[in-house]
């Protein structure tokens, strides 16, 4: 019964209240994100299910990294939902980056809407190892 009662609310919303529901700010989701620091760089995984390679975007400015992708929704056209859980279809992370990585090389990889990033270290910043010398 309340949930007749809850569409049919939604089904009598006046026209401003839906021109003010356009109106608003557009928001975006924040993916999962793992990271893992290796000697080598960093791996850097985010989660973007239903982003496709065409609409994803890995831009870096001013030491900051960011990932944007959009969700691309195969559903016809004159399909309209009676509930949805989320509303939004963008994605969105910003990363500060460390002087040490070098950014200009970074490789990234879409593989079943999970993007991989790998950062490499600058060679001057990661560890090595000093052979000993006989005396």
Excluded: C
């Excluded at 026209?15 to 793992?34: F, I, N, T, W």
């Amino acid at each position: 019964m309340s949930e007749n009662r809850e569409l049919q609310t939604r089904s009598e919303q006046t026209p401003q209240a839906a021109e003010s529901a356009r109106q608003a700010p557009v928001m975006v989701l924040r993916p999962g994100v793992d990271i893992v620091e290796r000697p080598e760089g960093i791996d850097l995984w985010a989660d973007l299910p239903g982003v496709d390679r065409e609409h994803l975007d890995i831009e870096v400015a001013n030491d900051s990294l960011t990932i944007s992708g959009d969700i691309v929704l195969d559903a016809p056209e004159d399909l309209k939902p009676l509930h949805a859980d989320v509303r939004t279809t963008r994605y969105e992370r910003r990363f500060s980056l460390g002087k040490e990585l070098q950014s200009d090389r970074i490789e990234a990889h879409l593989k079943d809407g999970v993007l991989h990033l790998f950062i490499p270290k600058a060679e001057e910043v990661r560890p090595r190892k000093i052979e000993v010398q006989a005396a």
